[in-house]
């Protein structure tokens, strides 16, 4: 009888640590979601206006290149562009604007943290800051910046795709196309 209670008392402590453990899964899932609504849903307009005015610029001034080249194969500049779009500027311009906008704000709101004393409250509580506080926020950082990385290269080819056919310029009568692949 004193074994099957300390076997029920073992198996309901184990069951509190796994429904804890659940709990703990769900706030690192619910805090990478909300990083990834602050620092991609929220940011992903200025990231389209960016795209486009980008996708227009290296695309006209592509334009200029190729009317003003004597020599070369002019065939695959669009290629070159489009390639240089979505592998270079896409994820640099992209990384700049996720830094500057939500970089800073997870660094104040630590730093907030760290003054009211809240971060000592949780080392104090046995929680890893690193896993409850900032894995979440990083992965959650490294996805955004990853899908608005994708947005700005499919939006800027678009958007130059569209100032070509527009405006029929050279490359549009050439019967080059935007290529997706490397």
């Not at 695309?59 to 009317?67: G, M, N, Q, T, Y």
């Not at 994820?91 to 800073?104: E, K, Y």
């Not at 490359?171 to 196309?177: D, L, S």
């Amino acid at each position: 009888a004193q074994a099957r209670d300390l076997i029920r008392m073992f198996g309901a402590a184990g069951l509190g640590w796994a429904r804890l453990a659940d709990r703990g899964r769900i706030l690192f899932q619910d805090t990478i979601r909300k990083q990834l609504f602050f620092t991609a849903m929220q940011a992903w307009p200025m990231v389209a206006m960016i795209a486009l005015i980008t996708g227009f610029g290296f695309f006209f001034v592509s334009e200029v290149i190729i009317r003003q080249s004597q020599f070369g194969d002019k065939s695959l500049f669009s290629r070159y562009i489009s390639l240089a779009v979505m592998v270079e500027i896409a994820p640099l311009i992209v990384a700049l604007l996720v830094i500057s906008r939500s970089g800073t704000a997870i660094s104040t709101e630590l730093a907030n943290m760290r003054i009211n004393r809240e971060i000592t409250l949780l080392q104090m509580l046995g929680i890893d800051i690193h896993y409850f506080l900032v894995l979440p926020r990083l992965i959650g950082m490294s996805l955004s910046t990853f899908l608005l990385s994708v947005l700005f290269s499919f939006t800027a080819l678009i958007g130059g795709w569209a100032l070509l056919q527009f405006y029929d310029l050279e490359i549009a009568r050439q019967g080059t196309t935007i290529s997706w692949q490397m």
